[in-house]
C-alpha cells in the first residue's frame, strides 16, 4: 500500500487507530470525526489523574480538566507519518511544552523530547505505536495538572521549533573561523527587529529577525 491512498484506506486506518487508542486504560470514549482527502479526525476522551482537591472542582487550578478531549488528526500520509494532537481551544496556553503556533488555531502538547515520528515506529507495531503515544499524552494532561512539565533540575528546557519556519542567512567563513579543537560555544549579541501591526501574530501577518552583531560575542569553552 502506497501513503496518500484515500477513501476506505483512511477510514480502515482511522478505525484502527481509534481502536487501538481505546486499549488505554485513561481513555474513557472516543469517536471518529470526519473522513475526507485530507485525511481523518478523532476525538479521544481522555481521563486525568490529579490531587483529589482538584478532582472536587472539576480541574486543576492552572485549568486542566479531569476528562480533557483531545482531537487527533491522521494526515493522509498516515501510518507513515505520525498523528497530530490537538488540546481544545481555550486550553491554558501558558504552560510548559505547548507547541509554538498561532491563537488562531487550537494548541498543540509538546509529548516527546525529539522526534515524535521516530518515536512513533520505534515500536514496530503500529498499534503499539499509537498506545506509546497517547500514553504519552495522559502523562502530559498528568503533569500540566501537577504543574510538573518542567523538571527544574534540569535547568532551562528551549522550545521545540519543528514547525516554525525559519530562514537563517551567515557568512560560513565567519563561522568557521571561531570554531577550533577546544570546543565550547559562542553567545553572540544581537538586535531584535519585528515588522507588522500591533495586533499582527507572528509568522501570520508579522515578521521577526535578529542582527548579530560582530565582535560582540562571549566564548565558554568548559562545555
Not at 482531537?71 to 507547541?99: A, C, E, G, K, T
Not at 532551562?156 to 563561522?175: G, Q
Given at each position: 500500500m502506497e501513503p496518500g491512498m484515500a477513501g476506505n484506506d483512511y477510514r480502515g486506518h482511522a478505525e484502527r487507530f481509534l481502536a487501538a487508542?481505546?486499549?488505554?486504560?485513561?481513555?474513557?470514549?472516543?469517536?471518529?470525526?470526519?473522513?475526507?482527502a485530507g485525511g481523518s479526525r478523532i476525538e479521544l476522551d481522555?481521563?486525568?489523574?490529579?490531587?483529589?482537591?482538584?478532582?472536587?472542582?472539576?480541574?486543576?487550578?492552572?485549568?486542566?480538566?479531569?476528562?480533557?478531549?483531545?482531537?487527533?488528526?491522521?494526515?493522509?500520509?498516515?501510518?507513515?507519518?505520525?498523528?497530530?494532537?490537538?488540546?481544545?481551544?481555550?486550553?491554558?496556553?501558558?504552560?510548559?511544552?505547548?507547541?509554538?503556533?498561532p491563537v488562531t488555531e487550537p494548541p498543540r502538547p509538546c509529548l516527546i523530547d525529539g522526534n515524535q515520528r521516530e518515536y512513533f515506529f520505534q515500536f514496530g507495531l503500529v498499534e503499539l505505536g499509537i498506545f506509546n503515544l497517547v500514553h504519552q499524552l495522559v502523562l502530559w494532561l498528568q503533569r500540566a495538572a501537577e504543574g510538573t512539565l518542567i523538571h527544574?533540575?534540569?535547568?532551562?528546557?528551549?522550545?521545540?521549533?519543528?514547525?516554525?519556519?525559519?530562514?537563517?542567512?551567515?557568512?560560513?567563513?565567519?563561522?568557521?573561523?571561531?570554531v577550533d579543537r577546544n570546543g565550547g560555544y559562542r553567545v553572540l549579541k544581537s538586535t531584535f527587529f519585528r515588522s507588522g501591526g500591533d495586533g499582527s501574530l507572528v509568522d501570520k501577518q508579522g515578521t521577526t529577525w535578529l542582527d548579530v552583531i560582530r565582535g560582540c560575542g562571549l566564548h565558554a569553552r568548559d562545555r
Open positions: 487508542a481505546l486499549r488505554h486504560p485513561e481513555c474513557r470514549g472516543g469517536r471518529l470525526i470526519s473522513v475526507d481522555l481521563n486525568v489523574e490529579m490531587p483529589l482537591a482538584f478532582k472536587v472542582d472539576g480541574a486543576s487550578p492552572n485549568g486542566v480538566r479531569v476528562v480533557e478531549t483531545v482531537n487527533v488528526r491522521l494526515w493522509p500520509s498516515y501510518p507513515w507519518s505520525s498523528p497530530s494532537f490537538y488540546l481544545r481551544m481555550d486550553f491554558p496556553r501558558d504552560l510548559p511544552h505547548v507547541q509554538p503556533g527544574h533540575g534540569r535547568g532551562w528546557e528551549p522550545t521545540l521549533r519543528c514547525d516554525l519556519n525559519d530562514v537563517i542567512a551567515l557568512n560560513a567563513e565567519a563561522c568557521r573561523a571561531v
